[in-house]
């Protein structure tokens, strides 16, 4: 079992930065590939990033390539989410999440094990 908790979210105008963090306890946390989800009112949670279980490879979802970047530092069990040129349309609470199995190129919400609580990201035009 892994617990993830996320953090660093908050109100932030249009073309604004945030650095969103998600640190994990529990299993050896460089044994996940993990991914950042976000979830706007009324729709369904959809896939923002992923990154391997090393770090050395990372995958994005088209509307948010160029402007936000995952990282991962397996030394702190953390995963981070950085995003740049923030717009109103990324309004949404940000989950991030833990896969045992598979390849990290999976955008699916089934295809993770484990997931953290969310925090709210509000961008203001």
């Known amino acids: 079992q892994v617990q993830l908790v996320e953090s660093g979210g908050g109100l932030v105008q249009a073309g604004g930065s945030l650095r969103l963090s998600c640190a994990a306890s529990?299993?050896?946390?460089?044994?996940?590939?993990m991914g950042w989800f976000r979830q706007a009112p009324g729709k369904e949670r959809e896939f923002v990033a992923a990154?391997?279980?090393?770090?050395?490879?990372?995958y994005y979802s088209d509307s948010v390539k160029g402007r936000f970047t995952i990282s991962r530092d397996n030394a702190k069990n953390t995963v981070y989410l950085q995003m740049n040129s923030l717009k109103p349309e990324d309004t949404a609470v940000y989950y991030c999440?833990?896969?045992?199995?598979?390849?990290?190129?999976?955008?699916?919400?089934?295809?993770?094990?484990?997931w953290g609580q969310g925090t709210q990201v509000t961008v203001s035009s």
């Open positions: 999440a833990g896969g045992i199995s598979g390849s990290f190129h999976y955008t699916s919400v089934r295809h993770y094990d484990y």
């Open positions: 529990g299993r050896t946390f460089s044994s996940y590939r």
């Open positions: 990154i391997n279980r090393s770090g050395s490879s990372t």
